[in-house]
């Protein structure tokens, strides 16, 4: 059994692709085996399958789930490449009234590729992703066992999985990182990026060596479309809808065009763009309880999201190829938010207008070749990809009026305000004007290379890989703020006064009055220049604390063996990466009367490397079941906002903010291991454990009375310091359970039925420095969960799905969880549990036009939080419920 | 031709598209940076003079901005580029009827240093007034930051030996400007109030009997506590004490016996030392004879902190005689109420 001799032996190559026998749909993650070895391998993406053999007669096997198994007989010579078209047909004839078509055909794709992968992996599939009324791919992602999401507004926007916070998972287009957009952040805002544009959705709960080692919860592939067939394949959808609260439409259209050209189809071709403009809003009430302040805040948005994504891609024969990938994603919020802040303690009320727009834009561009030789596969990629957050304007008014209020909580639910004559305008002064700008912008520029060696050991198969990455990132941050204050003669605020956008708000249980309107505000303040004051000192501040500049440099190489043995496949390897990071930016130091001092520049870097050693194994039980256990080693890099040396140090109130530009990442050892089901009607049950822990965990740290700089000479001989450290560890351990399945077993009209249901178990346990300690005892420590950790997280979701008619409701729950850390553990706040509830139907006039229709939050839940007790809700924010109609076609 | 045509027309659809997202939609964008003009302005809401004097004036201005070389961090005054003429008017006249019974003659100027003005340069501010409609214009010129318009006034019109409750004096705002082709603008809203003081009033200086072991030791209680010097003084080192009331501000000072040289402008005088204190009125019952007063501050400490003070009580005016019961508070400190009698 010699291992040199074997990989030698193999000289041919048999290549295919595997597609539904009646609509030519390609089979993504099916398994195909030469029968009587170990020698297999799953269909990627696009139904395309690579084996390497030694020269010979085959019978190929060939399993997906739904569908028949089927076997084709084959030879090959050496040094010769074998062409195989094979076509399933699907197992409509054992299943009786169970058709793989269309959603269905998503849904087998989907669990085909699960089933067959080699690392513990989520799999949603662009049929699925429509069954499910999801506008974007953070919605999209939370119907995944143990994923939960952030919302912003009722809308879903970033992505936890396995209860941790977002900056420990990754987000890649295509098998590459994208950069955030916003300013602070690595992780993106996925409201950003419209599900129409996605062909799948990865979620890799255990990394193997091949990717990116940076992150713990796991990381999250977006692909986009690529051309299927010589046939032109058009389809796309129209629809509007309604949002009860704001009585306003919405409207979203998708187009997508895809064909391959040539008589062997060697030019594939697909573009897709969609849109999506969406009025929104919400009503909320806020209370502070430390300040004993209460808002009410009265916001109303419209939202756009704009796709485009395109797929080139030329086969110069079955072993090489050439592809450029492209996604453009844009999405604008224009804000308008109005609000009244009571501040009974100063007998004050403050009125006030927000109208804000921001922009957040992706460019991906993924410009690569796949050459298979006799002997070895070479993958490369060359990656541009930009993101933007650019927000134009963002102008804030306030006037102020000396009114007493007062306020309590007769039930947490809404507090009881008694201020006479507070909607009175005449009684609100000018407060203050902030206009002001920012962008932020993030660049990678990214190039990587996999080698493949196939090999035989004995009768095992085995592929030996090898590869390395490169990746150049720049980000920036630019804020301009201008503070104006009134030098006299600004009229009352009657004079600059809107009507109202809303007939009730809250239910009609307060009365907002005639907003403050800022453009009418503006126009009064471009005509009178004279009677305001820019705030110099405030200014320089602000921009001087956030701006900054940053540059990484990512250098990571791996190998890895994956051996299959038998129904045992083991995949060991090991990942390299080495990070350089350069930061400027300014510090900021306030003298001790309050004022500010100084503003120097200041410069930061660090270099850090890892050694990541992966292990998967996978056991078939048998074709139906596998048994799955990984160890892996991962990390997260930290949020730029905790990296930056951007520092305030506060000589009035003795405190230093300091930025943190040695910050190590959150390195992580991870245990996972699951148990999976699949069902021959396409489904699945599976249930795991996962296991984190945690070391170097990033948390706010005080220093007390320390010399400032806390390296190098000191300029302030004593000053609490308050910076992220590393140093403390935690522990995450969890399980998950779903299963989704076709309820095939009941009698009568019942069979039709299906179900989609998960539910994930998260307790974490984090150690950090007490918040009791004190310069006494500065290392006192307290345990407290992960902040973002929800303990439940789950989905539940009934469909019924006839010949033309389905229906589906499906509930997700989130748990509560901790969403930041108070000074003391009775100021923790917390978000509480959210149980949303969507419809969705659509009627199929033939199967080229299908109706559909989807009503989202029927049971208009609240975004709810707490501090320290449940009882002491601190906001409650309302969205009503809103809906689309519309029409799907594929022509 | 065709493809060419389905891209021109997908990218119009994208573009009509990118419309719809409310961006420009009722939105008017502010003045900002370099757009958000240069502010002339008067430089003080206003100031006060005892009945008796012969003159007063106000200062024309430029509002602080931010220093385009970035070394002011709380802004500076960017000068103009070219002469501007700023248009100000009397507005408001109590106590009298006539603005020509009391304004007799007028002047502008500005400073050049501490110790020269346009004045004695001979630099023409082009300065006119109309006492008849209390109309007048000044020239701003280039790269000066700020401008003084004196009017010389009649000392007698309002010097009597009696107690007026009723408000003397004028009000004065500017009213226009000719920008001269520059971003510049007045501010024409805010007004400079001149006050005439009445000296039979609080108003004025009084004087604190050094030799009065009691009343000295009394303004020591009383004000040591914001003042280490004050509260070791020796009534030996002492020349002269006083108190005044002032428009706006009331002021403490010490006149030591120990002399220094003082060069100013070039010139060399022994003075004596002085000790200081100043605060701002919070409360004045200034229309009366008796009534109550406040006053407040803050003292910078040895880090660079501050810390305020505050002395509120009453005063009663008989005659050339000034009773004041004032109760300080400092820090944590505070002294009990004190009375100290002075004299005109």
């Known amino acids: 059994m010699g291992f040199s001799g074997a990989a030698h032996a193999q000289q041919a190559i048999l290549r295919g692709k595997i597609t539904d026998a009646v609509n030519q749909e390609p089979l993504a993650g099916a398994a195909v085996e030469l029968a009587g070895t170990s020698n297999g391998v799953s269909t990627g993406l696009n139904g395309e399958f690579r084996l390497y053999a030694t020269p010979g007669s085959y019978t190929l096997k060939v399993h997906y789930l739904g569908y028949q198994d089927t076997t084709f007989s084959v030879s090959v010579a050496t040094g010769e490449t074998a062409l195989l078209q094979l076509r399933l047909k699907s197992n409509s004839n054992h299943l009786s009234d169970v058709l793989v078509t269309g959603s269905l055909q998503g849904q087998a794709r989907a669990l085909n590729q699960q089933k067959n992968a080699d690392n513990i992996k989520n799999i949603v599939a662009a049929d699925q992703i429509g069954r499910f009324p999801d506008p974007n791919a953070a919605e999209a992602l939370q119907r995944v066992p143990g994923v939960n999401i952030e919302r912003d507004q009722g809308e879903g926007r970033y992505v936890l999985v396995r209860g941790l916070a977002p900056q420990f998972t990754n987000i890649n287009v295509n098998g590459e990182q994208i950069p955030s957009p916003e300013a602070d952040v690595r992780f993106v805002a996925l409201d950003a990026i419209p599900s129409d544009q996605l062909a799948s959705m990865e979620i890799s709960k255990s990394l193997t060596p091949d990717m990116d080692g940076d992150a713990i919860g796991g990381s999250v592939n977006l692909i986009t479309r690529t051309a299927q067939s010589g046939r032109p394949q058009i389809s796309g959808s129209l629809a509007g809808g309604y949002n009860n609260l704001m009585d306003k439409p919405n409207v979203n259209g998708q187009l997508q065009f895809g064909q391959r050209f040539g008589a062997n189809e060697k030019l594939g071709f697909l573009v897709n763009a969609n849109y999506y403009q969406n009025k929104l809003g919400s009503d909320n009430w806020e209370y502070a309880p430390q300040d004993n302040e209460l808002e009410l805040r009265d916001y109303e948005l419209t939202r756009t999201r704009t796709g485009l994504s395109s797929t080139i891609d030329y086969k110069f024969n079955p072993n090489h190829e050439v592809y450029v990938r492209g996604l453009y994603s844009r999405f604008t919020d224009r804000e308008w938010r109005r609000r009244y802040v009571f501040v009974p303690e100063d007998e004050e009320i403050e009125k006030l207008t927000k109208d804000r727009f921001e922009e957040q834009s992706i460019l991906s561009i993924n410009a690569g070749a796949k050459h298979t030789f006799q002997r070895f596969f070479l993958n490369y990629e060359a990656q541009y990809s930009y993101g933007e957050q650019d927000t134009p304007y963002d102008n804030e008014v306030g006037f102020i009026a000396g009114l007493p209020a007062t306020f309590g909580f007769p039930t947490p639910k809404y507090p009881q305000i008694d201020a006479e004559n507070f909607t009175d305008n005449t009684q609100y002064e000018l407060d203050e004007a902030e206009f002001g700008h920012t962008l932020a912008k993030d660049r990678n520029i990214t190039a990587k290379l996999d080698l493949g060696i196939p090999y035989k050991l004995g009768d095992n198969s085995g592929l030996l890989k090898f590869g390395g990455k490169v990746r150049r990132k720049r980000k920036s941050y630019n804020i301009t703020a201008n503070k104006y204050e009134g030098r006299g003669g600004v009229p009352t605020l009657d ?42 000192e405030d200014k320089n501040i602000d921009e001087a604390l956030e701006a900054f500049d940053a540059e990484e440099n990512v250098y990571a190489g791996y190998g890895m063996v994956r051996q299959q043995m038998g129904p045992l496949m083991v995949l060991a390897g090991l990942r390299y990466e080495k990070t350089n990071v350069n930061y400027s930016s300014k510090d900021v130091i306030i003298n001790a009367a309050g004022d500010l001092e100084s503003i120097r520049p200041v410069e930061g870097s660090s270099n850090y490397d890892f050694l990541l050693p992966q292990l998967h194994l996978k056991y078939e039980l048998n074709k139906f079941t596998n048994l799955r256990a990984a160890a892996t080693y991962t990390y997260a890099r930290p949020n730029f906002s905790e990296l930056i040396p951007s520092q305030e140090i506060n000589r009035e109130d003795n405190l230093a903010t300091v930025g943190n530009a040695n910050l190590k990442p959150v390195s992580a050892f991870n245990l996972d291991v699951l148990a999976e089901r699949y069902f021959g009607n396409v489904g699945v049950l599976s249930g795991g454990f996962f296991y984190k822990k945690l070391d170097d965990f990033i948390y706010r740290k005080m220093i007390f009375a320390s010399p400032y700089p806390l390296v190098g000479e000191p300029i302030i001989d004593r000053i609490d310091i308050a910076q992220s450290q590393n140093g403390n560890q935690a522990n995450l351990t969890g399980f998950e359970v779903a299963y989704q399945g076709n309820l095939t077993f009941l009698p009568g009209f019942l069979r039709n039925f299906s179900l989609y249901t998960n539910y994930t178990y998260t307790h974490s346990d984090a150690k950090i420095q007490s918040r009791s300690a004190s310069s006494n005892n500065p290392n006192a420590t307290e345990s407290l969960r992960l902040p973002g950790q929800a303990k439940n997280v789950g989905n539940i979701s009934l469909s019924y799905e006839g010949q033309k008619f389905t229906a589906r409701a499906s509930m997700n729950f989130n748990g509560e969880y901790l969403s930041e850390i108070g000074g003391v553990a009775e100021e923790d706040i917390y978000v509480k549990n959210r149980a949303q509830l969507d419809f969705s139907a659509s009627y199929a006039f033939n199967s080229r036009f299908r109706l559909f229709t989807e009503f989202m939050n029927l049971t208009n839940q609240p975004f709810e939080r707490y501090m320290g007790h449940k009882n002491l809700l601190i906001q409650r924010e309302f969205y009503s419920w809103w809906s689309r109609i519309g029409v799907k076609f594929d022509l | 031709m065709k493809n060419i045509k389905f891209w021109a027309l997908a990218g119009a659809f994208l573009y009509a598209l990118s419309g719809c997202d409310d961006k420009d939609d009722n939105v008017v964008t502010p003045l900002m940076d370099v757009a958000y003009p240069q502010v002339l302005l008067l430089s003080d809401e206003g100031n006060g003079d005892l009945e008796d004097e012969d003159k007063f004036s106000f200062k024309i201005t430029l509002a602080d901005r931010v220093d385009p070389q970035g070394e002011e961090l709380g802004g500076k005054v960017v000068p103009l580029e070219k002469d501007v003429t700023v248009q100000f008017q009397v507005t408001d006249m109590e106590g009298f009827s006539k603005l020509s019974d009391y304004v007799k003659d007028w002047t502008a100027f500005y400073e050049i240093d501490d110790c020269t003005t346009s004045e004695d340069q001979n630099i023409n501010l082009n300065l006119t007034f109309d006492p008849a409609t209390g109309i007048g214009s000044v020239r701003f010129p280039a790269g000066v930051e700020e401008i003084e318009v004196e009017f010389e006034t009649d000392e007698d019109l309002f010097d009597d030996d009696t107690f007026n409750a009723e408000s003397r004096g004028l009000v004065l705002k500017l009213v226009g400007l000719n920008a001269n082709g520059q971003n510049v603008v007045a501010n024409t809203t805010n007004a400079f109030e001149y006050k005439v003081l009445d000296d039979e009033g609080v108003y004025g200086e009084w004087e604190v009997g050094v030799d009065d072991a009691t009343e000295f030791q009394n303004f020591k209680n009383l004000f040591g506590l914001i003042n280490e010097d004050i509260k070791h003084l020796d009534a030996d080192e002492v020349e002269e004490i006083t108190l005044s009331f002032e428009y706006g501000e009331w002021k403490a000072e010490v006149k030591l016996k120990e002399t220094e040289m003082v060069e100013e402008c070039g010139e060399v005088e022994e003075e004596n030392k002085v000790i200081e204190i100043e605060a701002e009125f919070e409360e004045l019952e200034d229309d009366k004879l008796e009534g109550d007063l406040e006053f407040a501050e803050s003292i910078e400490q040895e880090d660079g902190s501050e810390i305020d003070f505050a002395y509120a009580g009453s005063f009663k005016v008989q005659g050339k005689r000034l009773t004041l019961t004032l109760k300080g508070e400092y820090d944590d400190a505070e002294t009990s109420a004190i009375t100290l009698h002075l004299k005109k």
């Open chain 1, 495 to 536: 004079a600059f006064a809107g009507s109202p956008v809303k007939d009730s708000f809250l239910g009609g249980r307060y009365n907002m009055g005639n907003p403050l309107d800022v453009t009418s505000f503006i126009q009064y303040f471009n005509a009178n220049p004279a009677q305001f004051e820019l705030n110099v």
